[in-house]
């Protein structure tokens, strides 16, 4: 039940594409995330939350170089 994924859920699951983007598990339909995924993490929700502030500011840097 700590990991249901519902919003009370404890833990997440993340996951790393094959381009090394890390996404919550359930964020894209089953056939791409099976295509997609090459390793799997279980995180604290705040440390996921956390970590997905990071990787969105990690982001933006990149979309704001590329525009530069």
Known sequence: EALNGGEGAEYKLIYEDKDGDWM???DVPWE????SCRRLRIMKRSEAKDFAILQTRD???GTLKDDN
Do not use: H, Q, S
Request: hydrophobic share 70%; aromatic share 20%; proline share 0%.
């Open 59 to 61: 982001f933006l840097k």
């Open 32 to 35: 791409m995330f099976m295509e």
């Open 24 to 26: 919550l598990v359930g």
